[in-house]
């Protein structure tokens, strides 16, 4: 009897299969809390479906852009699950836990979330300014989390237990659900909220700095902050809220200007009259000019072509090239993602 062997699969196959292991990476990063991990796969899920190409494939993408959705929504459910759990096996143990076990119950909180996402929803509609958009959002989303308490009882300033992300997660459920309701198109949806998502991210820092700062005009608030101020009974309430929790104490902006500060200052050069020779003069070794570091070169030729791209991007006019250029640019923000945590 003749041996039969199996049909090699088309190259869209075999990508259709690394997307749905990329996938199943997805829930096991979520129940272990790891939420940047599973942020990072979830980019990566959607640059390799943005990159298929062939017949039907706006089909094929939106099913899997479907399992994605529904494998992140079955993993935080599962997630949160497991830490009511967790508690309630502390409770019976003796074990004691202050965390939060159902943000709806926190006063006002509720209503907190619905204003979010109605000004979410109303911001993307009227094409407000990401940037604008996502300050006002990452500062509401902190005022919303530091009235969850971690299991310490300390204020969830970084969002790290189940009911902070349930609460994150439940406010964009709502936009989400708003904007469909609308009209507006699933994919343009997804588009615009990935969009915030990632703007609300890069202001979650410079949010948490100035909500800390705020604290030494606001005794009230700082009050939440217990174990903080007992740390640092002789220090300023935001002195003692940054000493406890470890937060950066400069913006990006700020720290920015700082590495900038310094890197001139490397580039200048030590010796007499700061001429950039070293204290010897003859040049050589530690006594040599130093030079400015190549890398503000590669940045300054990013920001160039970032220049020309905005330019260039108008040209865009099928759906899969723009859907392609959306994937090259999330890579690209990765990569730069990558850079920043370097220095």
Excluded: C
Excluded at 55 to 62: C, E, F, S
Excluded at 202 to 228: F, H, Q, S
Excluded at 246 to 261: H, I, N, S, V, Y
């Amino acid at each position: 009897m003749a041996e039969t062997t199996a049909t090699p699969k088309t190259a869209r196959e075999l990508k259709v299969e690394e997307i749905h292991n990329a996938i199943e990476r997805i829930a096991p990063l979520i129940a272990e809390g790891n939420t940047d991990g599973a942020e990072a796969v979830k980019v990566e899920t959607e640059a390799l479906i943005s990159a298929l190409r062939g017949k039907d494939i706006a089909a094929v993408k939106a099913t899997l852009r479907n399992d994605v959705r529904k494998a992140v929504e079955a993993a935080e459910k599962a997630a949160v699950k497991a830490s009511k759990e967790l508690a309630k096996a502390a409770a019976k143990t003796g074990a004691i836990t202050k965390e939060t076990q159902d943000y709806t119950t926190v006063p006002g909180l509720v209503e907190l979330v619905a204003e979010t996402a109605k000004k979410l929803f109303e911001g993307v509609q009227h094409e407000l300014k990401t940037a604008d958009l996502a300050a006002i959002i990452a500062a509401e989303n902190l005022a919303a989390r530091v009235q969850i308490s971690n299991a310490s009882g300390d204020p969830d300033w970084d969002g790290s237990t189940a009911e902070s992300k349930r609460l994150t997660t439940d406010t964009l459920s709502q936009v989400w659900e708003a904007l469909v309701a609308s009209g507006v198109e699933e994919t343009e949806a997804k588009d615009a909220m990935e969009r915030l998502g990632t703007a609300v991210s890069n202001k979650r820092r410079d949010v948490a700095i100035e909500y800390v700062r705020a604290l030494d005009e606001n005794p009230e608030e700082a009050a939440r902050w217990t174990r903080a101020l007992a740390a640092n009974p002789d220090a300023k309430p935001s002195e003692a809220v940054f000493a406890f929790t470890g937060m950066p104490q400069l913006t990006r902006a700020e720290d920015a200007k700082r590495r900038r500060a310094l890197a001139a200052a490397d580039a200048s050069g030590s010796g007499d009259g700061g001429s950039g020779e070293g204290g010897d003069g003859d040049g050589t070794e530690d006594g040599a000019r130093k030079s400015t570091p190549r890398i503000f070169a590669n940045l300054k030729a990013i920001k160039e072509n970032a220049d020309k791209a905005k330019e260039n991007m108008k040209s865009l006019k099928s759906d899969e090239d723009k859907a392609a250029a959306r994937a090259e640019l999330r890579d690209l923000l990765d990569e730069l993602a990558e850079l920043r945590g370097l220095v």
